[in-house]
């Protein structure tokens, strides 16, 4: 896809010594939207990077309505613009579809929506990203990229177990892979209990190959951050201090 290609064209600019500078002034103008609009701010650019606990990876959130928001206020480098361009189109393209498949759902048209593109890179550990739950109320895959075959795998059962229990008896549960012909696939989130949903795991499976990466973008309808949250097991396990999370 278009997205990833531009993604990677950010990663090099953006990455490269010296890199950053050009991004400070957008970077800061998304740091104070955040706290203006909390959970509602693009990610900062500075935060394309991230390495936990031997996993290491590139991720960026977009919010729609930010590209044109931080235009007012300055020069937006063309890596970034660019990039920005192709999510507004993903988002465009996706919310109206996915809103209506998931209309039944009250409430479902007041609830914010972004997404997040995620490149994974090899790791020695048993799994690029380990089963967890989003933490969205809705996610929904809308395209990857892998360099063999799909390494997405869903859970089929134990959905809504603590996660450390699921990560302790993952090849024991029974799962899926999805092919490239039934995407989007649509994955409750552990703030999917204002609908008495029960979260559903999932994970990428290790790749095989130093050089190899696989791509993801993935569209969420968040939690509004001014609603209370309702305190079930799952926000508790996946949002405790210190806890890596995914989505």
């Known amino acids: 896809m278009d997205v990833f290609s531009r993604f990677d064209a950010l990663q090099e600019s953006?990455?490269?010594p010296g890199g950053l500078a050009s991004y400070r002034q957008v970077d800061e103008l998304l740091i104070k939207r955040a706290g203006d609009t909390p959970l509602l701010s693009t990610s900062p650019v500075a935060r394309l990077h991230y390495a936990v606990d031997g996993l290491v990876g590139y991720g960026h959130s977009y919010f729609p309505g930010t590209l044109q928001a931080i235009r007012e206020h300055c020069l937006v480098?063309?890596?970034?613009?660019?990039?920005?361009?192709?999510?507004?189109k993903?988002?465009?393209?996706?919310?109206p579809v996915l809103r209506t498949e998931l209309s039944a759902l009250p409430e479902?048209?007041?609830?914010?929506?972004?997404?997040?593109i995620w490149k994974y890179i090899k790791n020695d550990l048993a799994w690029v990203?380990?089963?967890h739950y989003d933490l969205t109320a809705i996610s929904a895959v809308l395209a990857t990229v892998n360099p063999d075959e799909e390494l997405l795998t869903i859970g089929l059962e134990a959905n809504g177990a603590p996660i450390k229990m699921v990560r302790e008896r993952t090849t024991g549960l029974k799962?899926?892979?999805?092919?490239?012909?039934?995407?989007?696939?649509?994955?409750?989130g552990i703030y999917s209990?204002?609908?008495?949903?029960?979260?559903?795991?999932?994970?990428?499976?290790?790749?095989d190959h130093p050089s190899a990466c696989r791509y993801s973008?993935?569209?969420s309808l968040i939690h509004p951050p001014y609603q209370p949250v309702r305190p079930t097991r799952h926000v508790q396990d996946e949002v405790a201090p210190n806890e890596v999370t995914w989505t």
């Open 14 to 16: 953006a990455l490269a």
């Open 77 to 88: 480098p063309l890596p970034l613009e660019a990039l920005w361009e192709a999510l507004e």
């Open 90 to 95: 993903a988002i465009a393209t996706a919310d």
């Open 108 to 116: 479902v048209d007041s609830l914010p929506s972004g997404v997040r």
């Open 129 to 131: 990203t380990p089963p």
């Open 175 to 188: 799962q899926f892979t999805p092919t490239p012909e039934q995407f989007s696939i649509v994955l409750p």
């Open 193 to 207: 209990n204002r609908w008495d949903l029960e979260p559903t795991w999932h994970y990428v499976r290790a790749l």
């Open 217 to 219: 973008l993935v569209w």
